[in-house]
Structures are given as C-alpha cells and as structure tokens.
C-alpha cells in the first residue's frame, strides 16, 4: 500500500506561484507513474499533470507553459512547480500514484488508471 501526502497548497494572489509536493512512503516510488488531478467546486475532477516512472511528463492545455511536474525518486517525492496562477486555477489538488514497472514511459491521464490517492490541498486564487 502506497500512501500519499499532498503539501503546500495555500492562499495566493493572481499571477504569483506555488509548489506543491506529495511524499510517497515505500520503497517503490520509482516504479510508480504519477498524476496531479484537481477538482474545483461543483466540477469533475481533472488532469493537471502526470508523470511516468521514468520521468516523461504530460501537462493539460490549462497548465501548459504555467505549471511544471517533475520528480525527485530518492526522495519519494513528486511536484507541481505552479507559476502565473489564476483565480481559475482554484481548486482541491490531489497527488495520485499507479504502479508501472514495466512501463517506464508511459503516463496516465485517467483519474480511474490510479489506485492511490493522497487526501488533496487545497489551491486558492485570489484576483
């Protein structure tokens, strides 16, 4: 069982940055894909980012140029690097985690392919 920890999410005004890091426990990490999903009030949960187990990464449209993932294996952790946030930016960020040994360049960018979830921070926007 993989459990993960979401941190650094927060309060920030329009145009400024954030990162946000989720520790992973275990001694897999590294043969795990991972994805950063949102979800905002009264909307479905979407894809920010992913990440594979061998560090090829996927960013949605609405981040793309604005927010970077990437990770750090020796330290079982993976970011989200947020700059030029926007009040639509707003919303619960969620870090989740697949198993993928054997598929070191692949991502997933369905929420239904991750069988961990951390417990989400939350993002404001201020404008």
């Known amino acids: 069982q993989v459990r993960l920890v979401e941190s650094g999410g927060g309060l920030v005004q329009a145009g400024g940055s954030l990162r946000l890091s989720c520790a992973a426990s275990g001694r897999t990490f590294s043969t795990y894909a991972m994805g950063w999903f949102r979800q905002a009030p009264m909307r479905e949960r979407e894809l920010v980012a992913a990440?594979?187990?061998?560090?090829?990464?996927y960013h949605a449209d609405s981040t793309k140029g604005r927010f970077t993932i990437s990770r750090d294996n020796a330290k079982n952790t993976v970011y989200l690097q947020m700059h030029s946030l926007k009040s639509e930016d707003t919303a619960v960020y969620y870090c989740?985690?697949?198993?993928?040994?054997?598929?070191?360049?692949?991502?997933?960018?369905?929420?239904?392919?991750?069988?961990?979830w951390g417990q989400g921070t939350q993002v404001t926007v201020s404008s």
């Open positions: 989740a985690a697949r198993q993928s040994a054997f598929y070191r360049s692949r991502y997933y960018d369905r929420s239904a392919d991750y069988e961990h």
């Open positions: 990440i594979s187990s061998g560090g090829v990464t």
